[in-house]
């Protein structure tokens, strides 16, 4: 039982640093952009978005399955099978995460250019992407998904088309407010509601 815990702990904080050098990165590729123009106010305002929606996205992680992932790792019949689970579940995350430090880019660099589509669909489907690994991990976890992250997913990509008329920098505002509202399900619902670790039978969590 003793090595299974420090197993599940070692592959936790594995998980936990692939995820923390992901957002590591994004944060570093928009102070990079930023640099390039100064302290100009409309970058300012982009910078701090930016910076908004890769740490609304960090919390979304970390808190709940994120930080007792070693116990859902413990807790799990067949550790070897869930480590490959969670694992397309982080790259799934990370994949997010590099298409949203895309968004940040031209968030910064274009802040207030003509509506794009593309653009458009960057900023919010980068995040999107991200719920959907989550939400993943959510249910390897607990046996259950959080509504809010499903929710938050389905209005991420349906407004992709609907805001490509805003120019990015509101766009950016339309993502931190929907995953500042998420991240504050999370929270209230923990308050009502604790998960304890409960990874589904695993005839059930790694079907297909």
């Given at each position: 039982?003793?090595?299974?815990?420090?197993n599940?702990?070692?592959?936790?904080?594995?998980?936990?640093?692939?995820?923390?050098v992901?957002?590591?990165?994004?944060?570093?590729?928009?102070?990079?952009?930023?640099?390039?123009?100064?302290?100009?106010?409309?970058?300012?305002?982009?910078?701090?978005?930016?910076?908004?929606?890769?740490?609304?996205l960090?919390?979304i992680?970390?808190?709940?399955?994120?930080?007792?992932?070693p116990?859902?790792?413990?807790?799990?019949?067949?550790?070897?099978?869930?480590?490959?689970?969670a694992?397309?579940?982080?790259?799934?995350?990370?994949?997010?995460?590099?298409?949203?430090?895309?968004?940040?880019?031209?968030?910064?660099?274009?802040?207030?250019?003509?509506?794009?589509?593309?653009?458009?669909?960057?900023?919010?489907?980068?995040?999107?992407?991200?719920?959907?690994?989550r939400?993943?991990?959510?249910?390897?976890?607990?046996?259950?998904v959080?509504?809010?992250?499903?929710i938050?997913?389905?209005?991420?990509?349906?407004?992709?088309?609907?805001?490509a008329?805003?120019?990015?920098?509101?766009?950016?505002?339309?993502?931190?407010?929907i995953?500042?509202?998420?991240a504050?399900?999370?929270?209230?619902?923990?308050?009502?509601r604790?998960?304890?670790?409960?990874?589904?039978?695993?005839?059930?969590?790694?079907?297909?």
């Amino acid at each position: 039982m003793a090595t299974q815990a420090v197993n599940a702990e070692h592959l936790a904080e594995r998980y936990q640093q692939f995820m923390i050098v992901a957002f590591g990165e994004a944060i570093l590729a928009s102070g990079g952009q930023f640099a390039a123009f100064g302290f100009k106010p409309n970058r300012v305002i982009a910078l701090v978005l930016a910076f908004a929606i890769t740490a609304l996205l960090w919390r979304i992680y970390f808190y709940r399955a994120g930080l007792l992932l070693p116990a859902v790792i413990a807790a799990s019949a067949r550790p070897a099978v869930f480590a490959r689970s969670a694992s397309y579940a982080h790259l799934l995350m990370a994949g997010g995460i590099v298409l949203s430090s895309v968004g940040d880019e031209i968030i910064i660099n274009h802040p207030f250019a003509k509506p794009n589509l593309v653009w458009s669909a960057v900023i919010l489907c980068g995040p999107a992407i991200y719920l959907a690994g989550r939400a993943r991990l959510d249910y390897l976890s607990f046996s259950r998904v959080a509504l809010s992250r499903v929710i938050g997913l389905l209005v991420l990509v349906a407004l992709a088309p609907v805001v490509a008329f805003l120019p990015p920098i509101l766009i950016a505002v339309v993502a931190v407010v929907i995953l500042l509202i998420i991240a504050t399900s999370d929270t209230v619902s923990w308050q009502f509601r604790p998960s304890k670790p409960t990874p589904p039978p695993p005839r059930e969590r790694y079907r297909g």
